[in-house]
Structures are given as C-alpha cells and as structure tokens.
C-alpha cells in the first residue's frame, strides 16, 4: 500500500505485489513491473558543503527541478575520533576519507527542514541506525515526517557497524 502512495498511483497493485504474484503464477504482474521507469536520487545530501541549510535547500531544490526522485541521508550520531571498528565498504576501513570530525546533522531534521522547503522529492534514510534510538520514538517521528511531506519519506533501517559509537552513546 505505502508503494502506491509513492508515485505508483496509476500501477496495477498486482505490479507492487509483482513478485509474490509471480510466485503465484500471474505472469502479467512480472511484465508490469518490469515495465516500470528508472527513478533516481542523489545520495549523502546531509554531508560536506550540505550541512549548511541554504546550500541543503539549494542541492534538493536543483535535483528537484532536474527531476530527481529521491535525495538520501546518511546517519551518525557521533564518530569517535580514532575509531579501530573496520568500514564495511572502503579498502582501507574507514569512511569518509578517513576524517572524523565531518559535520553530520540528525537525518530526520535535515530532512524536515529541506522538506518544508519542497514539493515533491521523496526523502530517505540509507540508513537509520535503529539500535541507538528508542524504536517506538523513531516510529513516531518518521510516520509524523511522512505524513506531514504527503508520503515522502522513504525509510532504510540497519544496525550499525560502528562499536565505538555504541560505546559513546
């Protein structure tokens, strides 16, 4: 239902459900969802330069106006300088070019902020470290977001991989 509401108004919902029907044996379902467009975002929005809240409106207003679907936040509470935890996805283990002290506002304040600022680019999450906040606090909040964005916020959940965090939190 959440896939309707975002952008998919005019999908057949069997194509949302494309491939738990497929499994079922409607092979219309599968052709439908693989006719459906390309969407693109730009990603790490709250991060560098993007910090600041005119140059935050500024990026997503451009990507809005570009035609991007979707801009996407990262999220630390704090990174503790000196952290020995490996990053899972660079050579060398660390993450943002190995500097600590990046300037790394809460996701879902910047995305309300720059949201107020829009019309119709979706926000998301890529991730939420669900671990450090109360889960039924951060329901409240995001399901407050979308409601208030008319069902623009796209939310990705994860652990965290960062036990230096932990600690300090």
Known sequence: RSLVRRGHQDADPGAVLGARQ????????????????MKFGIRYCNTARYTKAENAVELVQ??????????????HVVVPEGYESKYPYTDDGKMAGGKNDIPLPDPLIWMSYVAARTEKINFGTGILI??????VVAAKQVATLDYMTGGRVLLGIGVGWMEEEFAAI
Request: glycine share 6%.
């Open 22 to 37: 497929s499994v079922q044996g409607d092979p219309r379902s599968v052709r439908t969802l693989c006719e459906a467009e």
């Open 62 to 75: 451009a990507a809005e106006a570009a035609g991007f679907e979707s801009a996407w936040t990262v999220d």
């Open 130 to 135: 669900m671990p450090q906040r109360n889960p």
